[in-house]
């Protein structure tokens, strides 16, 4: 299994602002992956984080919207750019361990924008 | 397109077992079933996976049909913690994407 942790737990913004999401794991591991969970609905896979390249986004994301950095296996980043309401959401980190390829997800970030 | 269907919801008294089923009846030869569960406000949690024979741990048992069709994901003495959404997803692994698509759950209220 992983342990993983984010930061903030949340947070309330205004709009036309930008928050940046921590995602911090135990060990090391290939690729994190980013997903949005708006109020009610199932979880959305926004992109995958590659760690020394570029991220690779889900149909109706875009880098510009939602950069993501991995700097090294055991971290990444997301941040909601120019937010308004409509990106209040939770936004949760994974990680995929194991041969079967077993998914660990954080706690998530719970985000309002007024 | 999630690839499974699962009831919206389910109530279930407590510490009796409680039985959520989910259908895949187009499931590939080398797809897993896989179960998480989201109690509110947390991240999901992982619960079991199984191919085609069952599978029991800690948490939870899972019976597959023969046919591959459906499966049940059963809590044995359900408990007001086990109050979450319960997701059944079907994936091959090691396939190189790790992409999980969710549907929609089953919404299990535990009642004292």
């Known amino acids: 299994s992983a342990v993983i942790s984010q930061k903030p737990s949340r947070d309330i913004c205004q709009r036309g602002t930008s928050l940046t999401i921590q995602c911090q794991v135990d060990?090391?591991?290939?690729?994190m992956f980013w997903y949005r969970q708006q109020p009610g609905q199932s979880l959305t896979l926004i992109a995958t984080a590659n760690q020394g390249s570029e991220a690779t986004y889900e149909s109706g994301f875009v880098i510009d919207k939602f950069p993501i950095s991995r700097p090294n296996l055991t971290f990444s980043t997301l941040t909601v750019s120019n937010m308004s309401p409509e990106d209040s959401s939770i936004y949760l980190c994974?990680?995929?361990?194991?041969?079967?390829?077993?998914?660990?997800f954080g706690p998530g970030t719970r985000l309002l924008v007024l | 397109d999630a690839k499974t269907t699962q009831p919206t919801s389910m109530d279930c008294a407590e510490g009796r077992a409680a039985n959520l089923p989910c259908n895949h009846s187009t499931i590939s030869g080398n797809e897993y079933v896989y179960w998480y569960r989201q109690i509110h406000s947390q991240g999901p949690q992982y619960i079991i996976h199984g191919l085609k024979n069952n599978e029991t741990n800690e948490m939870a048992s899972l019976i597959i049909t023969e046919d591959r069709k459906s499966s049940t994901l059963i809590l044995p003495h359900a408990t007001l913690r086990d109050t979450a959404v319960y997701y059944c997803i079907v994936r091959p692994p090691a396939s190189g994407t790790y992409k999980y698509i969710f549907g929609t759950g089953t919404r299990l209220k535990v009642l004292a």
């Open positions: 060990s090391q591991v290939t690729m």
């Open positions: 994974s990680v995929v361990v194991g041969a079967f390829e077993t998914q660990y």
